[in-house]
Structure formats: C-alpha cells, structure tokens
C-alpha cells in the first residue's frame, strides 16, 4: 500500500510523456500536410508547428516569391530553411534563385556551388547549368550542362533540350555538351533521330560508325534514308555496307566500281524495305509472298484478288551504279490467270526525289504461264542513284482479273561485262 503513491506519479509522468508524444505526432502530422500545400497560408501554419523544418521553411520562401509578396520576408525564410538544413542542396538552390532574383549574381553562384559542394546530384549541376545560360557566360554553361548530361540518364533529355534552346549550332552542342563515350553517342543518336536533325545526327554518326553494335541500327537506317533523299549517295552506301561488315543486316557489301548493285537479288532474305533493300507493297488486294524454290533463289509472288486498284507499286529497290555507265538488268516471270495484258512493268527511275523522271521501262509483260527470262538496258544518272520499280497500271480496256504474278532470278549488271550466274 505504501507504493501506490510512487505507481501514481510514474503513471501520471509515462501520461504526460504519451500525450506530449501523440501531439508532437499531431504536429508532424497536420506540418506536413500543410507543407504539400502550395499555399503560403498553409505553409505559414506548417512552420509554426514545426519551426525545426527546413523544408517548411524553403517552400514557404518559394511560395511567397511565387506570389509576389515582399521578398525580404522571402528571403527571410529561404535563409532560415538554409539554417536548418546547412547539408540540404534544395535549400541551397532556392537561396541562390532567391539572391539572383534580387540583383546579386555573384552571391548567387556562391549558393549555386554550395548545393554542388554539399551533394553532387543532379539538380545541383542543373542548376549550375541554367545560372550560367541565364548570365550569358558561355564556357561555364557547357561545362555544367556536360556535367549535367553525363552525370545521369535523368539529366541527359532536359540537357539536351536546354542546349538545342541555348544554341542550332549542333557542331558546338556535340563538341562541347555531350562527353564521346559510346552510350551518350547512342542515346543522343537516337534523341536527334526524333527530332529529326539530320546533319547534327551526320556528326554523332562519325562518333559511332566503327564500332556498331544492334542498338545502332534503327538510327543509321534511318541517318542512309534521310541521306538518300538528300542524294548523299557515297555517304548513305558507307552507312549500308558499315551495317552488313558488322552483321546488322544480312548482305553482301555493294560496290559500283565493281559492278556489285544489287542487294537481296536472289530474294533469300524476306524484303524489309530498309536501305538498299528490296520494298513491298501489300494491299488488301494485291498480296505478295515470298515463294521457296530452294537454298539458292527464291520468288517473289503476288497475288491479285481482281479489285485491285487502276494501278499499284508491287516492288522497288534503289540501286547505286556508277554515273554513266550503261547496265542491264535481267529478270524472269511468269502469271497465272491474269489477262493477256497484265499491266506489269518495270521502271527505272533516276534518283528518289520529287523531280525525278523516268530512265527507261519495258512494256507492260504479257501473260505467260512458263518462266520468261526478260532484261532491259538503263543508263546510270550522273547522281549514280536509280530507283528500279515493279509496278502495276490495268491496261485501257481490260478488265480486272484475280491471278498470280510470279518473278525472281534478278540480276544487274554493267553491259560491257559478263552476267552474273
């Protein structure tokens, strides 16, 4: 009996330290839900539960900037969340926007450095980055922008945008931005394919063309494409025959001078469309296949449903040659059902672009249920790129008729030499 007193005062003690733990609870509680509010009023009510929080302090400083309100008093509570949180790179970068935004750049770079000093993280050299766009000191923003780019994937996309809006000198963005290291010329690679930037992507291509790997093929497809269109004939049959020595695509290497042009000629490889590959057109009315004759060669195949349209691409290829020089090429064929007439023919087109006009065609190929061996004679352009192109025109008169187009055993070649077998 004589303890129950003592039992009464540690309880009473243990209920006072339990309540004032449950409001301290109470106070973190409504603290932090008033700090994810954006309001100042909100933020105000925070810092008076918690004046510890750093945190609170800075959102508040940045809350009342964000309004308008008197600056000083901004600054005030920026420079208190600093106090509370001297290791805290945020805090940092709010007192060095807060400084610049009163007129002082030179206290502000102080605060900048700090934030890289006490972490080096991405925000700290993101910032670094923008203070020195913003005072024009150009040297200084390379350096963090590189920095920033490097540092992290995270940091690589928003550096690059903020480059392509400091500068179009896409010389000066590779040379000073983006650190050659294999994985930054790929992903930057792939960022100006999608921005479609194809003489800045020229440059990245000279980073990476001796060493491709499969992760570079989608991007050199596309970089000999946009080369094609533009003429660059010699670059976009370097980037082809660069894909096929490291085993990207499954060719042989072309070579003019030699006579070799041709790719996928014996139609081993499913047609992709891609470079100097063979294109197919499939509609829902004339559908192609590929037809398996054995190791060696193979056909291509299209079937005809008999409401095709008045006229259709089946087939292209775009062929590099040597300008001037005179070629044949060779092919065979044979229909199924078509009219006499099948509108068939092939064309040879002089370069790919909007003004380009026609070299030489054959007549349009009359039905014929055994294989016929046909050629017809093309001179090179002096671009030395050519577009050779089946295609499929009814005939006036005729009516459409469902059926099979049959044709392979390609080759082309220089008149002055012998076929290849």
Not at 159 to 166: F, I, N, Q, T
Not at 291 to 311: I, K, M, P, T, Y
Not at 344 to 356: F, M, P, Q, S
């Amino acid at each position: 009996m004589r303890n129950r007193p003592h039992n009464f005062v540690a309880m009473a003690v243990i209920a006072v330290i339990c309540l004032f733990c449950v409001q301290a609870s109470l106070r973190r509680s409504f603290a932090e839900h008033w700090i994810a509010n954006p309001k100042p009023e909100g933020l105000e009510l925070a810092v008076q539960l918690t004046p510890g929080n750093g945190e609170g302090w800075i959102r508040l400083g940045q809350a009342l900037t964000g309004r308008g309100d008197d600056p000083q008093r901004a600054m005030a509570a920026i420079r208190r969340g600093v106090e509370l949180g001297p290791y805290n790179p945020e805090a940092w970068i709010a007192l060095g926007l807060q400084t610049e935004g009163q007129g002082d750049p030179k206290l502000a770079e102080q605060h900048f450095k700090k934030a890289f000093e006490v972490d080096h993280s991405f925000e700290a050299r993101w910032s670094l980055a923008n203070f020195y766009l913003r005072q024009g000191q150009t040297e200084e923003f390379w350096h963090w922008i590189r920095e920033t780019i490097s540092f992290s994937p995270r940091g690589f996309y928003p550096g690059v945008e903020l480059c392509w809006r400091a500068s179009d000198d896409h010389a000066a963005i590779l040379e000073n931005a983006i650190a050659d290291h294999p994985d930054l010329n790929r992903r930057y690679f792939a960022y100006l394919r999608g921005s479609g930037r194809v003489e800045a992507a020229a440059a990245v291509w000279e980073r990476v063309k001796d060493g491709l790997i499969e992760a570079d093929r989608v991007d050199a497809l596309w970089l000999l494409e946009a080369w094609l269109r533009q003429g660059r004939v010699s670059g976009a049959l370097d980037i082809w025959n660069r894909l096929i020595r490291a085993a990207l695509v499954p060719y042989e290497p072309l070579s003019p001078e030699t006579g070799v042009v041709l790719t996928n000629a014996d139609l081993r490889q499913t047609p992709t469309g891609n470079g100097f590959d063979w294109a197919l057109f499939p509609s829902d009315d004339i559908r192609p296949e590929i037809e398996l004759l054995g190791a060696e060669r193979n056909v291509v195949v299209f079937h005809f449903s008999g409401r095709q349209d008045q006229s259709s691409p089946l087939l292209r290829q775009f062929v590099p040659l040597q300008p001037g020089v005179k070629y044949r090429f060779d092919f065979r064929y044979s229909t199924d059902d078509l009219a006499s007439n099948t509108g068939v023919r092939w064309t040879a087109y002089a370069g790919i672009t909007e003004d380009t006009h026609i070299l030489a065609k054959t007549e349009a190929l009359a039905a014929s249920p055994d294989m016929q061996m046909m050629s017809f004679d093309i001179t090179a352009p002096k671009e030395g790129l050519i577009s050779l192109a089946l295609e499929y025109e009814r005939f006036p008169g005729t009516t459409r008729k469902s059926g099979r187009f049959r044709t392979g055993y390609f080759a082309f070649y220089p008149v002055d030499k012998e076929a290849p077998r």
